[in-house]
Nanobody, 123 residues
Framework: QVQLVESGGGLVQAGGSLRLSCAAS????????MGWFRQAPGKEREFVAA????????DYTDSAKGRFTISRDNVKNTVYLQMNSLKPEDAAIYYC????????????????WGQGTQVTVSS
């Protein structure tokens, strides 16, 4: 089992940047593929980005490509989401998630979830 704690959210102006972090408990972090999701008020939770166990492959939703970068540090048991050129429509609660599935997981294959961190983007 793994516990996930997100941090790094906050208020930023449109065009600005934030880096989200997700710290995982346990000593088997490298056994989990990781993902970031977000949920805006009144909307369903949506996939943002994913990274394989050792970081060799990544995947992004179309709106994040070219602006967001997912990465991980398996020594620090942490996954990151660098978000640049933020837009008001990026505002949401951002969640990290983990799955023991090999390769890039499907959107519905995540087992463990963090509590989320709020990102607010002012126009």
């Amino acid at each position: 089992q793994v516990q996930l704690v997100e941090s790094g959210g906050g208020l930023v102006q449109a065009g600005g940047s934030l880096r989200l972090s997700c710290a995982a408990s346990g000593r088997t972090f490298s056994s989990y593929a990781m993902g970031w999701f977000r949920q805006a008020p009144g909307k369903e939770r949506e996939f943002v980005a994913a990274i394989t166990r050792r970081g060799g492959s990544t995947d992004y939703t179309d709106s994040a490509k070219g602006r967001f970068t997912i990465s991980r540090d398996n020594v620090k048991n942490t996954v990151y989401l660098q978000m640049n050129s933020l837009k008001p429509e990026d505002a949401a609660i951002y969640y990290c998630a983990a799955t023991a599935k090999a390769g890039l997981p499907g959107r519905n294959e995540y087992t463990y979830w963090g509590q989320g961190t709020q990102v607010t983007v002012s126009s």
